[in-house]
T-cell receptor, first 114, second 111 residues
Framework: EPEVTQTPSHQVTQMGQEVILRCVPISNHLYFYWYRQILGQKVEFLVSFYNNEISEKSEIFDDQFSVERPDGSNFTLKIRSTKLEDSAMYFC????????????FGSGTRLTVV | SQELEQSPQSLIVQEGKNLTINCTSSKTLYGLYWYKQKYGEGLIFLMMLQKGGEEKSHEKITAKLDEKKQQSSLHITASQPSHAGIYLCGADRGGSEKLVFGKGTKLTVNP
């Protein structure tokens, strides 16, 4: 069964540092997403990406965040200057075209900002 | 914004028992998704419901969508320890790409 792959599984970074979280979506999927889950809280939408541009973003996704699809397979989330409150599990997801298809999530990257 | 309330928040059952988890929306449901999450891990897609009255099954898990009540239920028959985890419902608003999730229901199945 095709999977969404995320790396690294766990990243520890110092406050103020830049981090890049990486994702390889399923190859025939066209829609890509980032979500995050702060420990003990709901899974929250960050951003959706389609046709090489952001299609929707949440209030959380401010100027510190950016996404990129640098080649045909990778999808990255960059946090420019990390804050303690950015500590969370970050999930990448992808979906095929068509409303009948569900979202496939990766296993997540646990980001710890110290 | 769309709010999803899940009940119960947690559930402990004996192996072999049936159980039901509910997800109620404050707004019209266009698509309702059920996921399972093990602690600290990713979300595993279970099923998606789109039409009122729709019912889907996967192994011993059945989900129904009651569009009028803006509610979905997830039913597990003859629960097993492998069913343990956090069950999340997610909904899309139609016209938006984002999924809004409930807080989850933590299921423990005791052998």
């Amino acid at each position: 069964e095709p999977e969404v792959t995320q790396t690294p599984s766990h990243q520890v970074t110092q406050m103020g540092q830049e981090v890049i979280l990486r994702c390889v979506p399923i190859s025939n999927h066209l829609y890509f997403y980032w979500y995050r889950q702060i420990l003990g809280q709901k899974v929250e939408f960050l951003v959706s990406f389609y046709n090489n541009e952001i299609s929707e973003k949440s209030e959380i996704f401010d100027d510190q965040f950016s996404v990129e699809r640098p080649d045909g397979s990778n999808f990255t989330l960059k946090i420019r200057s990390t804050k303690l409150e950015d500590s969370a599990m970050y999930f990448c997801a992808s979906r095929r075209q068509g409303a009948v298809y569900g979202y496939t999530f990766g296993s997540g990257t646990r980001l710890t900002v110290v | 914004s769309q709010e999803l309330e899940q009940s119960p928040q947690s559930l402990i059952v004996q192996e072999g028992k049936n159980l039901t988890i509910n997800c109620t929306s404050s707004k019209t449901l266009y698509g309702l998704y059920w996921y399972k999450q093990k602690y600290g891990e990713g979300l595993i897609f279970l099923m998606m419901l789109q039409k009122g009255g729709e019912e889907k099954s996967h192994e011993k898990i059945t989900a129904k969508l009651d569009e009028k009540k803006q509610q979905s239920s997830l039913h597990i028959t003859a629960s097993q320890p492998s069913h343990a985890g956090i069950y999340l419902c997610g909904a899309d608003r139609g016209g938006s790409e984002k999924l809004v999730f409930g807080k989850g229901t933590k299921l423990t199945v005791n052998p």
